[in-house]
Structure formats: structure tokens, C-alpha cells
Nanobody, 130 residues
Framework: TQVLEESGGGSVQAGGSLRLSCRVSGLAINAEYCVAWFRQAPGKERESVAGFYTGSDKIYSHDSVKGRFTVSQGSAKNIIYLEMTNLKPEDSAMYYC??????????????????????WGQGTIVTVAS
């Protein structure tokens, strides 16, 4: 089971940028894994943001963030970033990362859409003022 910890949230003006980090522990050394970001605004359903399998170059991004958000793996393989640019007030939410050691390739991208993960972080809040 993985343990995840998000950081990097904060308050910004519309049009600003933030970089969220997700530290994943409980993985085998040099293991590839599936990781995804989700968000949930108050009173709304959780929605997918982006995700990928670290052993592949294919990435899933929700249409609402394409061209603005970029998900990537850091030089430390257990750190995942969500680079968010041109932020909008509707991006305000609690952001969570999730991971699964057994999901691979396209199956991982499917799960990044559905949110079917066992391991989740506690979340980091992003507030975008208009």
C-alpha cells in the first residue's frame, strides 16, 4: 500500500500559476506505478484532473485543464508534480493525488478517469480569486 502526501496548494489570482507536489512512499525501488490527480470543490463531485503510468509517455488530462495543467514525474521517481498555469476561479478545489502499483498503461489511464484507487493523499487546497 502506498502512502501519499500532497503539498504546494495556496491562494492565487486568476491567471496565476501553482505547482502541486505528491510524494509517494511504499513503492519498490525504481518501480513504475500509476498516479493521478483529482479535485473536489465544495458541494461538487470529485473529478479527474490528470494521470499517467510512469513507465509510459501517455498521459490523460481532463478536457477542462488541457493546455493549462501538466503532470510529470520528478527526478526523484517518487515525486509527482501537477504544474497549473492560467488558473481560473473554477479550478478552486481540494486537490488529491492517488496511486496504484499494479495499474499499467491504458488501464492506468482508464483508472485516472474513474478514480478507482486504493491509496489517496489528504489533499492540498487551491483557491483562485477572480
Amino acid at each position: 500500500t502506498q502512502v501519499l502526501e500532497e503539498s504546494g496548494g495556496g491562494s492565487v489570482q486568476a491567471g496565476g500559476s501553482l505547482r502541486l507536489s505528491c510524494r509517494v512512499s511504499g513503492l519498490a525501488i525504481n518501480a513504475e506505478y500509476c498516479v493521478a490527480w483529482f479535485r473536489q470543490a465544495p458541494g461538487k463531485e470529485r473529478e479527474s484532473v490528470a494521470g499517467f503510468y510512469t513507465g509510459s509517455d501517455k498521459i490523460y488530462s481532463h478536457d477542462s485543464v488541457k493546455g493549462r495543467f501538466t503532470v510529470s514525474q520528478g527526478s526523484a521517481k517518487n515525486i509527482i508534480y501537477l504544474e497549473m498555469t492560467n488558473l481560473k476561479p473554477e479550478d478552486s478545489a481540494m486537490y488529491y493525488c492517488a496511486a496504484h502499483a499494479q495499474y499499467r498503461d491504458l488501464y492506468c489511464l482508464l483508472k485516472a478517469r474513474t478514480g478507482d484507487f486504493l491509496s489517496w493523499g489528504q489533499g492540498t487546497i487551491v483557491t483562485v480569486a477572480s
